[in-house]
């Protein structure tokens, strides 16, 4: 009797035990929602391990309200929200978006409005199943919004990118949505990363290296410079959204490298930036600034990234358009035509 007793006791203490240290090991965190899918109560562990449907993949993190990066030497950790445009319908058509407007040829009741941040006085340009339909200019602010109506219900990739002063895009900020019928679409919360150069193809190992661009006004900028270890480095754009950052190379190897950079405004975080590459070497060369990648690059910004893949894609299997075949010839195979092959050459001169 006394045995069983104490045995009862015994499990009793160990699933107590047990329940405890589960319990302390997680922590829940705040319901995490998009148009498209809900998270609930989801657990902040030390990572490892993803959730999927049909729709998206999200990865555990450690954390989903700190923003940043820190490293060792067996470790790295980045933090972030879990970010995504905001995407609205509403039943009435809409008067545009007071940056921009275009039309495609269906229902005038049909359409989508764009809005977010951009870089102060920029070109902002829009991308409808690879092809520009939309340009407008950034407030000094650096907020845009842009319309496109008369669309035809169906699915739509859109892409958008930012020009900064200097001429340089940024990476396109690209999505797909379907549009329904007689509804206009307004997506919001877009946040177009910065754009990113070097001032030397070569630097001298132990000289400092210039990485600048053009991102939203006052801005808290991140960059990343990738070697055997990734190093991190914040600084701020300036009220024309103009950022500098002068890195000190002797604490990287010699050989290739490589950085990028991203943006942060209030509780939101922009998409990292195109990647630039460079060498540390024993000489300093100055970077060619009328340098152009001549294979590939269908929109000739001087990169080959995916913008151009986007364009090409929508040419893919399709008859040419006479606009279209001088490029074709110019940047991919020339056989008249978008096939595997052109996708070959894009793939060998890619920049990101």
């Not at 190992?205 to 070697?227: L, P, W, Y």
């Not at 701020?236 to 990287?252: A, K, M, Q, R, V």
């Not at 894009?346 to 990101?352: D, L, P, R, V």
Request: aromatic content about 12%; hydrophobic content about 40%.
């Amino acid at each position: 009797m006394k045995k069983k007793i104490y045995f009862n006791l015994f499990s009793c203490l160990f699933f107590l035990l047990l329940t405890f240290t589960l319990w302390v090991s997680t922590a829940l965190a705040s319901d995490l929602t998009s148009p498209s899918f809900i998270i609930r109560d989801p657990v902040v562990g030390v990572g490892g391990g993803y959730g999927t449907s049909g729709s998206f993949r999200v990865f555990q993190s450690l954390d989903e309200s700190v923003i940043g990066a820190s490293s060792s030497s067996t470790f790295l950790g980045r933090f972030g929200f879990l970010y995504f445009p905001f995407v609205e319908e509403e039943s009435s058509p809409g008067s545009g978006g007071g940056g921009g407007s275009s039309g495609s040829g269906g229902s005038t009741n049909t359409g989508v409005n764009f809005s977010g941040r951009a870089y102060p006085l920029s070109k902002v340009s829009i991308l409808k199943d690879g092809q520009l339909v939309l340009s407008t200019i950034a407030g000094p602010d650096s907020n845009f919004s842009a319309s496109l109506t008369n669309l035809a219900s169906g699915n739509y990739t859109f892409s958008v990118y930012g020009e900064d002063k200097n001429g340089l895009r940024s990476s396109p900020f690209t999505f797909q949505i379907f549009i329904t019928a007689n509804i206009i679409t307004n997506i919001s919360g877009i946040f177009i990363a910065p754009t990113i150069a070097v001032d030397k193809s070569v630097v001298k190992r132990g000289d400092n290296i210039a990485i600048f661009g053009q991102s939203a006004q006052t801005a808290s900028v991140i960059i990343s410079v990738n070697s055997a270890q990734e190093f991190f480095e914040n600084t701020l754009s300036d009220t024309n959204g103009i950022y500098l950052h002068n890195f000190d190379t002797s604490l990287l190897e010699l050989g290739s490298h490589s950085t990028k950079s991203k943006a942060q405004k209030g509780n939101e975080i922009s998409s990292f930036s195109n990647t630039v590459g460079f060498l540390v070497g024993t000489e300093n060369v100055l970077v060619d600034p009328t340098a152009k990648s001549a294979k590939c690059d269908l929109n000739e910004d001087g990169r080959c990234n995916l913008v151009d893949f986007s364009i090409a894609a929508f040419w893919y299997k399709r008859p040419l358009s006479a606009e279209f075949i001088p490029r074709e010839i110019k940047h991919l195979n020339g056989d008249g035509k978008v096939d595997l092959v052109d996708f070959s050459i894009m793939a060998f001169y890619w920049t990101g």
